[in-house]
Structure formats: C-alpha cells, structure tokens
C-alpha cells in the first residue's frame, strides 16, 4: 500500500473506532440510567392495554380470570418483543442489552416505532421499522434544507473571494450590512413573515406544506408534474433559509479568503497585472480550499438531520419534524435511528475531508 493509502486508512481507521466508542457510550447512558427500560415498559402497558380495549370493543366477553391469563400473556409477548425478557420469561440484563443496541446500531437495524405521529411521517401505518421512516423522510430533508446549504455554498463560493479581494470597496460593505441584519433573523421568524405575506395575504402557497407528501409518495405516476409542484412547494421554504443564512455564509468565506488576499504572493500577481478572474482562481481560491471545502461538507452534512422549527412552521415532514416527533413520543428506537445517522454522516463527512486533505496538501501526509 502507498504512503498515501496507508494514510487514509489509519486516519479512516480511527474515525470507525471513534463511531463505535460513540454508539458504546450512549447505549450505556440509555440502558445503564434505565432510561430505555422505562421507555419500553411504557410502551409494553400501553401495546397490552390496548389490545385489550380492542378485545371488549369487539364484543368479547372475558371473565376477570381470563382477563388476567390475557394480560400476562401479552405483556410476555410483547417484553420479548422489545428485549425485556428472553424465551424463558427471564429479564434480560441492561449490559446485555447495550451491546445488543450497539451491534444493532452497527447494521442499521433500529427496530420498529409503534407510534402513530412517527408512522404518519412515512404515510403508514404502525408498526413501522425505524429505517424504512428514516428513509422516507430524509430525501424531503434533502429537498428542502440541502438544497438551500448547497445554493447558499456555491453563492458564497462565487461572491465571497471577489468581496476579500475588493475589501472596503461599495459591494463590500453592503455585503457586510446584509450579514449584520440578517445574521439577528431567525429562519423560524422569516417563515412565518414568509407564511403570512404568500399564504395568508397572497394566496401563492398554502398555509402546509405538508402536501408535498402526496406528491414524493406518487412521484412516477407523473414524474414531470409531481417534480414541479415539489420544487414549486420546496421554493417558499428554500427562499427563507437561503435569504436568511446567506449572509453568514458570505461573511465566513470572506473571512477565509480575506487573509489570503493580504499575502505577499498575491500583491506580487496584482502587481504583475493579472487579470483579476484569473488572480482569485489560482491564487486566492486555491490556497483557501481546505477550509472553505471543511464548511461546506461539514455545512451539507450537518443539513440532513433538519431544522426542527423551521419544518415546523412550514409544516414540512422533514427529518427535524421526525426528530420533535420523536422526543416528544418517547420513542427511544427513533431517536437512536436519528442519532446513529446523525453521528454516521458526520463520520463520514471527516473521512471525506480527510482525503480530500491529503490529496490537496502533501505536507498532511508527513503529520
């Protein structure tokens, strides 16, 4: 293997030692505190209870011994379901159900979720596997947030050398009057700014974008028109993000490449007349690479798990509505789902930019 090779595995190496000591650790803090058993005892009376409620109303009549034999078996059936007890009726250990979550975890299987809030999401009925939910919802995340990081990046990208390299010129300063005022606005407070001018006064968009659901789910019935009413829904939120974060993105490219506009090399290209296009390419752009590419994979990976509030007020079922469904039902498989992903992602985001570090300086290498 390369020098180079032998780089990115040991540096891919510790990422994947890093995850699994990550998945040990909350697996601990969740069945070591009882916090999972609490959980899923909650969810056993409430599954019991229920099936015996459907029982009486379908007009069986049980006696109270019945009843009880009734109970106990279907608390039984449904604490093995959950990994309360083993076949024998024996309470499984918390340890024992650590490592059991975190081999789970390692091969993506999160269990189901029998909450409806949660199964709504995935346009289903419970019991749902938290991976198909988890499926569904992220590319609507994907949709939504993505998109907007991405269009904000490569705005930044394309205006924010060109502001260091003019710094304190006219468009400089505006540019830094934009950030300073909509830095202080939340995407939250200009969604529903947003919401009430398009929906309520205008009538362009409608209140819930929860309609953007009907449209993914059947998608190849008509590819071309359901592609048209999603981005047409996804632009009011998109709009938001993209007006509301820009500035900021603006703001740390600019911050970025503005020391590299100060070094002596560039004066010395500026001196030699160099056209200016060509002075940002080769002389500013890349030398701020590396951490210009660190926000914006950092920035894009960070995007799938969703904005909670923004989603909220626009109503869209996203990954942070999954999230806030999620802890607000207690529904512990959901919210490892999320964490294991959300953990993965970023995991992978590092791997990436390790590589792209190594390619990019050979000095990286030798450390």
Known sequence: MSGLG??????????????IAILILVAAVMEGSGYSQRIYEAIVRESVQGDIQALLRGGRTLSPTELEVIRKNLTLYYQQMYGLVDEKGNPIPPYVRMWKLVLNSLILNFGTSTKDSVAQLANRLPPIPVIDVIAVVLPRTIIMVTVAEAIMAAAALLVAPKMAYRHGSLLDKLL????????????????MLFILLFSFRLGLYPPSLRVVMTYINNFWQDPLGNFINIVYLASLPIATIVIAGLGGWLYSFRAMTLRVVREDFVFVAKAK??????????????????????????ALAASLGGF?????????PGMGTLYY???TTGDSNTIMGLFVLTVGVYIIARFLLEIIYVALDPRVRVR
């Open 6 to 19: 032998r780089v990115i595995a040991r540096r891919g190496l510790l990422l994947l030692l890093s995850y």
């Open 176 to 191: 830094i009057s934009y950030f300073a005022v909509f830095n202080a606005v939340p995407y939250w407070w200009l969604g």
């Open 273 to 298: 007349g160099l056209p200016e296009d060509y002075v940002l390419r080769r002389y500013v752009l890349r030398v701020s690479l590396p951490p210009v590419i660190t926000s914006v994979i950092l």
């Open 308 to 316: 909670i509030i923004t989603e909220s007020v626009f109503d869209w």
């Open 325 to 327: 469904v999620a802890i």
